[in-house]
């Protein structure tokens, strides 16, 4: 289990992996404060590479690099379009291209300041720059600071699927200041939600009731963010390369609601609001295949919508679409899938007994009102 401590408002939890340590520090304005923790982490030389995207950028870079050059740092600023497109091979090597013809090399390290996007992107860059850098984690959404910038998955999409390239490489820290959160637009801070929803159902089922009674007010926000870092981050220590069927529990709801993003083409849906739909089918299934409560599978759809997310798919989206996406994805192993089921809240498995055409059902179901 991670170990857990607190000062001074700010919640640190350590992950211990089989070759890596590092600390997600989730904390109230803390941006200014990466010099001390890049000091006390150690090992980081002074010049780094800052990716972020066109909407982060303006508002939080100069909070990260002031401080970063009054101690001596030397920042080299890239900023890629804002939205999942910037999560390309294409997207990258122009990263990458960009920081060798500034003369970056294998002693410099890389921030990534954004959300999901810019995280998964920029640490796939620094996955593969000069065969790995080390790189720090600044995740400024919902969706970034619960679950993406924790546990070392980063990569990019093709035209073919989500997330289809890619490696595992974890970060030396990451820095989650819940501050930056108040800037996002409703959407986007709702679309987060579709993630913490998920843990609530497939580890935590007292955070469903706390989210119940909170809802969408953006308050006292460092302790939700950190009990969310916690179960992905015992989750990541159980199983780091999804090699035993723990870490594949954090697919609850990716499986169709992959498929869903990727047939409406990136950019049409927020992937939270895909996965929020992908829950819906998901749980269904668990109600028809491994007995999930009917109230349970109720309230889980009640809070999804309590966060404005969609619980039915637009009419003008092919279910073929969909089913051929889904068929692509790595959750299909042969033609049999993998779905992580619902035995009870906070209680999810894998479970081979799902036939592919359930699936392809639990999708039908998703149109209508
Ligand atoms: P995102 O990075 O596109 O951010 C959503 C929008 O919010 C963007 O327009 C962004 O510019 C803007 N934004 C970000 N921070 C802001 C702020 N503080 N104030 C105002 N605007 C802000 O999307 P996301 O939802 O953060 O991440 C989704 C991506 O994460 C997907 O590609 C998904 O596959 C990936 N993901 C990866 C993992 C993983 O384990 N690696 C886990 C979950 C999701
Ligand atoms: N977001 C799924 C994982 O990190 O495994």
Sequence with gaps: MPEIS?????????????????DVIVGEAILANLPTHLAEVGGFRKRAV????????????????????????????ITVPAGEASKSMEVATDVCRQMLRAGFDRKSFLIALGGGVVGDLAGFVAAIFQRGIPFVQMPTTVVAQVDSSVGGKTGVNTPEGKNLLGAFHQPRLVLADVATLQSLPDR????????????????????????????????????????????KAAIVEEDERETTGVRALLNFGHTVGHGIENAAGYGRMLHGEAI??????????????????????????????????????????????????????????????????????????????????????????????
Aim: aromatic residues 6%; negative net charge.
């Design 188 to 231: 986007e801070y709702n679309e987060g939600f579709a993630e913490v929803i998920k843990h609530a159902a497939i580890r935590d089922a007292s955070l469903l009731s706390l989210l119940e009674r909170v809802g969408t007010r953006r308050e006292n926000l460092v302790p939700l963010i950190a009990r969310n870092v916690a179960i």
């Design 50 to 77: 800052l990716v972020t995207d066109s909407n982060v950028g303006p508002l939080y870079a100069d909070a990260v690099t002031k401080p970063l050059r009054a101690a001596g740092y030397e920042i080299f600023e």
């Design 276 to 369: 929020s739909l992908g829950l819906v089918a998901a749980v269904r299934l668990s109600v028809a295949y491994s007995h999930l409560n009917q109230k349970i599978a109720d309230r889980l759809i009640a809070v999804l919508k309590q966060f404005e997310l969609p619980t039915s798919l637009p009419s003008d989206l092919s279910r073929h679409d969909i089913v051929e996406a889904m068929a692509r994805d790595k959750k299909f192993e042969e033609g049999a899938v993998r779905f992580v089921l619902l035995k009870s809240l906070g209680d999810a498995f894998v479970s081979a007994d799902v036939p592919i055409t359930a699936v392809e059902d639990a999708v039908l179901t998703l149109y209508g009102p």
């Design 6 to 22: 607190e000062d001074d408002g700010v919640t640190r939890i350590s992950l211990t992996l089989d070759q890596d340590r590092y």
